[in-house]
DNA sequence: CAAATAAATGCACTTCTGTTGCACACTTGT
DNA sequence: ACAAGTGTGCAACAGAAGTGCATTTATTTG
């Protein structure tokens, strides 16, 4: 518990018990969460207060968001020490075709792309789908 | 004019004026357009046609959609011959943080990952964002 | 050619997600 | 204890995606 005080601290962000729970229970879960499914969990925090825990979370770099391809944002905590702004740091995400699942591969870096003349990249989102390692029964 | 009608009944799409219309809109532009887009250009028309006639044209694979990481859906023509459910059709696309359009680098395959045991991919999603030929001044 | 059938189009409306404005509650520091 | 700043909740809005149904247009069939 303390622990994570500690590490909203450190990005910070002031710890406060709604942003404690969050944060705890975005831990907990090994995939990545969307708003509607944090809001399910919390029935009874309002929809306002953890979109904008999720924001904050963000701008401090405890969470990044990931697009999956469903359209719909979801949240993953950064590892501890992460730097999601530098390209070397960009993990891929697979989705789940099946249980709808989306989970960060953090040990799988992007590869680096050869683009034509003229392209500057700055950032890269690379999203696997099919079925997931729980799914495909191992 | 005919090459368009040709290619439309080839895959299996009635070629009504409209959709004549909304394929050459789409041939002429280089970039992913999403409805809205098309909307506007089509000002007469009604959404749900534009709408209907992308969903005719991406099951037909007369398009492909693609998800740039912008929450919204845009669409691009399918070169001749494409097979874009097969995984080494799959492109990577480049959005432009300046001028906020995408584009299909077509040349530019995804690589292939080697997954952890347990994955199965079927799919693949690759953009790249940063700065484009144009708005990097050439 | 006319009737019957199927496909395409247009209108209205709904849903879902993300987002913002404003007021109130709480915390923090002096 | 007070003032300033931050967090939380309520309400309302915006934008895009999607659906149902009526109407028009095209295609087939007798």
Redesign the pocket.
Known sequence: MKEIEQRLTENG??P????ILIYKYLAEKEAAT???HIETAFA??????????L??FEDKGVVHQIDDGT????YALCETGCNCELEQDLHLHFHCNNCNETICLTEHKIPHINLPDGYVAEDANLVLKGICEKCSGK
């Open positions: 962000v002031r406060t018990a709604m942003r969307s708003l509607t009874k925090a309002d929809r306002t207060t953890l979109y904008r825990t924001k904050t359209g719909i944002q979801k």
